[in-house]
């Protein structure tokens, strides 16, 4: 009877733990997404000529942004133009960008292993997308052994990061 009780008590506490969070939903019509209010992105390309405009910077000038130049060409001249305070600033999971050189800061937290996640600053939920699916930790998924589910997993994910990222709200490296 004890092992009943207990097991009872451990499932009722795994499901309140696990449940999913509430999240606010409208019944209302709702215009298609195709008439959604657009957030300018942040989420832009780096060389993106129109965030260097608005900077008031002019593209030109900066060789990192020139596509017929070679790689280690462009590299050395981005490199060569950040203080090694900016260079610090970029290490780590929240780059902060220098704008001053239009670098814009990015977040590279989200690894997608669960899904598109809210937990880095690289993704920002809201009304228009409250949230995304989550799924199992990747042992449990890997436990299955079932190539389907991984091959489903990755489209799924695949599919909702490229919708938060056309709609500027994620950017394209998890």
């Not at 596509?67 to 970029?90: H, N």
Request: aromatic share 12%.
């Amino acid at each position: 009877m004890t092992n009943i009780s207990f097991l009872s008590l451990f499932l009722a506490f795994l499901f309140v733990s696990t449940a999913a969070r509430d999240v606010p939903f409208d019944v209302s019509p709702s215009p298609s997404l195709s008439f959604a209010p657009k957030i300018k992105s942040n989420f832009t390309y780096v060389c993106d000529p129109s965030r260097f405009d608005d900077l008031g910077l002019n593209i030109t000038t900066f060789s990192y942004c020139d596509g017929s130049l070679p790689f280690t060409v462009r590299t050395k001249d981005l490199i060569d133009q950040m203080t090694l305070f900016e260079k610090v600033q970029q290490i780590g999971d929240l780059a902060y960008g220098v704008p001053r050189i239009g670098l814009p800061k990015y977040g590279w937290w989200s690894k997608a292993l669960h899904g598109v996640s809210d937990v880095g600053p690289g993704t920002r939920f809201d009304e228009l997308i409250p949230g995304a699916t989550s799924f199992p930790t990747v042992i449990l998924t890997t436990a299955s052994i079932n190539e389907s589910l991984w091959k489903t997993i990755g489209q799924v994910v695949s599919t909702e990061a490229g919708a938060m990222y056309n709609l500027g709200r994620a950017g394209l490296t998890y």
